[in-house]
C-alpha cells in the first residue's frame, strides 16, 4: 500500500505562535490515562497545541490524520500501525500480516494482536511514546472506531494515545470519565486568555492594536483563535484598527466565509435548518427551539442541541443538565447573516414565534426584544400593550417601558391610544403637566380615528387623567372632565355586564 506521506506527519507550528503552556502541562500530565482527547471547534488551535508539545518534548512519537477514506477498517489499521512502525520498526509486524486479510466482523482480533505485541515489548519500546489520531471524527463506520474504542483498553500505560476531534468520538467516555482514565482538553481550556489573546495580536499585529484593543478583541471573538487570526488580517489593513475592532463581527466576510465553509456547508439540511432559524434566539431550550423551527418536537429538539454540543457545533451550555445552550456570539452573527441570504423573509416570522412564546410566560423583556425585530411595528405595539397594565400598575417599572417607548417608531406609538395613556400616566407621576397636556390630545385623536373595542374605557381614562392634570394646572374645568369619566365609568361596567350575559 502507498502512503500519503502527509498523513504521517504533525503539522508544521507555523509563526506567530503563542505557547501553551498550561497545556501543554496537562498533556504532559495525562500519560498515565489510556486516552487525552482535545475535542473543541474549527479553529480552535487543537492540532497546533499537540505538535507544539511534541516538538518541545523527547518523546518518541507518531502522528495519523484521517480523512473520510479512512473509514475503510483496512485503511485505518494500516496508517495506524504504519505510524508506529516507523518510530519503533519491530512493533507490529504480526498485526500487519493479518490487516489485508481480514473483514469487518473479524477487525476485533488485529486489535488484539497488535496490542499484545505493544504490552509484550520489553527490550524495544521506549520509556514513553504519544500517538496523535487526528481528525478522528471523519471515520463513519461504526465497526472502526469499535475497534479502536477496543484499542484503547488494551493498549499498555506507557503507549500514550491522543485523540484531536471537533466533536466526541464514541470510544466510551462516560465510563472512561468514571473510571478516571480519560484526560479531555475542550473548547473552554483551548480558548485563548486575555493575556494569550495580547501576545497573538502584538504578534501578528507588529503594534498595529495597543493592548487595551487586543484584549478587547480577545473579548469579542471568546478567545476563539481563528476569529482573532482572521480579525488581524482585517486590521493590519484598515484605517482606523481600533474602530474595526469595536465593531467586529460574525458577518465579517473573513469569518462569514470560514465558518461557511468549515462548519455550515457540510451539515445536513436538517441541522442547516435548524442553525439558521434558531440563529435569531439568545438563548436556546428545546421548547423554544421547537416554537421557531416549526416542524419539530421539543424532544426532537432537546435532541438537536444535545448533537450540537456533542459536534462542538459552537454552543455554549449554560447550565449543568444541558437544558439551556448559546451559540457562540460569531458563530451567531455569521449565522444570522447566512439566514437573510438563504431565507429571506423569514426572521421575521421566528422572531414573531420567539416573542410570543416569551409572551406567553411573561418574559416580557425578551418578548419586547424579539418582537422589535419583526420590522412591524404594529406587532411590537400589541406586544407592549400585552404587559403595560403590568408594569405601569403592579410593578411600577417605568424604566423599562420609556426604554420600549424610545424604541417604538413615533408614528407607530401615536395610532396606540393605550399606550399614549399609559405615557400621560408616566408624566403626571412625575409632575410633567406641559407634556401631559400634549399627549392627551394626541390621545383623543388617536381614539377617533382608531375607534378601538374597549374605546369607551380609553375615554375614561383620558377624562379622569384630564380631570388631574387640568387640577394641577388650577384649571376650573377639571371637575366636568371628573363626571365624564365617572359616567363613561359606569357605562363600561354596563356594558360589560350585559356582554358576560349574552354569553352565559
Not at 511534541?54 to 483496512?74: F, G, I
Not at 462516560?174 to 479531555?184: F, G, I, T
Request: aromatic share 8%.
Amino acid at each position: 500500500m502507498m502512503f500519503v506521506e502527509s498523513k504521517l506527519r504533525p503539522p508544521q507550528v507555523r509563526q506567530p505562535f503563542v505557547r501553551r503552556s498550561r497545556l501543554e502541562q496537562k498533556l504532559g500530565d495525562a500519560g498515565e490515562r489510556s486516552v487525552t482527547l482535545v475535542s473543541a471547534e474549527a479553529g480552535s488551535g487543537k492540532s497546533a497545541l499537540v505538535a507544539s508539545w511534541l516538538s518541545d518534548r523527547r518523546y518518541s512519537s507518531a502522528w495519523v490524520s484521517l480523512d473520510r477514506e479512512d473509514s475503510n477498517p483496512v485503511r485505518f489499521w494500516t496508517y495506524i500501525i504504519e505510524a508506529v512502525r516507523r518510530e519503533l520498526p519491530s512493533l507490529g509486524n504480526r498485526a500487519t500480516s493479518m490487516v489485508s486479510s481480514q473483514h469487518n466482523s473479524s477487525w476485533y482480533a488485529v486489535v488484539e494482536e497488535f496490542a499484545r505485541e505493544l504490552t509484550e515489548a520489553v527490550d524495544a519500546r521506549p520509556e514513553r511514546f504519544v500517538l496523535v489520531v487526528d481528525d478522528i471524527q471523519k471515520i463513519g463506520r461504526a465497526n472502526t472506531i469499535d475497534g479502536f474504542d477496543l484499542f484503547l483498553d488494551l493498549s499498555p500505560k506507557w503507549f500514550q494515545i491522543v485523540v484531536i476531534s471537533r466533536e466526541d468520538p464514541d470510544i466510551s467516555l462516560s465510563r472512561r470519565r468514571v473510571a478516571r482514565d480519560v484526560s479531555e482538553i475542550r473548547y473552554d481550556d483551548l480558548r485563548f486568555t486575555t493575556e494569550e489573546a495580547v501576545e497573538l495580536c502584538t504578534q501578528l499585529g507588529a503594534g498595529v492594536l495597543s493592548q487595551s484593543d487586543s484584549a478587547v478583541l480577545g473579548k469579542r471573538t471568546e478567545g476563539w483563535v481563528a476569529g482573532i487570526q482572521l480579525a488581524m488580517i482585517n486590521v493590519r489593513h484598515h484605517e482606523q484598527p481600533a474602530s474595526f475592532v469595536q465593531s467586529f463581527s460574525g458577518d465579517n466576510r473573513f469569518v462569514a466565509d470560514y465558518l461557511a465553509d468549515e462548519i455550515i456547508d457540510s451539515q445536513s439540511e436538517i441541522v442547516r435548518d435548524f442553525l439558521l432559524k434558531t440563529s435569531e434566539l439568545s438563548e436556546l431550550n428545546s421548547e423554544l427551539c421547537s416554537e421557531v423551527v416549526g416542524n419539530k418536537s421539543a424532544s426532537e429538539c432537546g435532541k438537536m442541541l444535545l448533537y450540537l454540543e456533542r459536534t462542538n457545533m459552537f454552543v455554549v451550555a449554560l447550565d449543568d443538565h444541558r437544558e439551556l445552550y448559546r451559540y457562540h456570539h460569531l458563530f451567531r452573527d455569521s449565522l444570522r447573516r447566512r439566514l437573510t441570504l438563504d431565507q429571506p423573509g423569514i426572521s421575521p416570522e421566528v422572531n414573531r414565534r420567539a416573542s410570543l412564546w416569551y409572551a406567553r410566560l411573561g418574559l416580557y423583556d425578551l418578548a419586547f426584544s424579539h418582537a422589535l425585530r419583526t420590522d412591524d411595528p404594529a406587532f411590537a405595539i400589541a406586544t407592549v400593550e400585552t404587559f403595560v397594565d403590568e408594569l405601569l400598575w403592579r410593578s411600577q417599572d417605568y424604566n423599562t417601558l420609556s426604554d420600549w417607548f424610545a424604541r417604538i417608531p413615533e408614528a407607530a406609538l401615536q395610532d396606540s391610544p393605550k399606550l399614549l395613556l399609559a405615557i400621560a400616566w408616566m408624566n403626571v407621576f412625575s409632575g410633567n403637566v406641559a407634556a401631559t397636556a400634549t399627549i392627551l390630545n394626541n390621545v383623543d385623536r388617536a381614539i377617533k380615528v382608531s375607534s378601538p373595542e374597549d374605546a369607551r374605557s380609553l375615554l375614561a381614562e383620558w377624562s379622569a387623567l384630564q380631570a388631574l392634570n387640568r387640577a394641577r394646572m388650577g384649571e376650573f374645568d377639571a371637575a366636568s372632565y371628573a363626571e365624564s369619566a365617572e359616567v363613561l365609568l359606569e357605562e363600561t361596567e354596563l356594558e360589560e355586564s350585559n356582554r358576560q350575559s349574552t354569553i352565559m
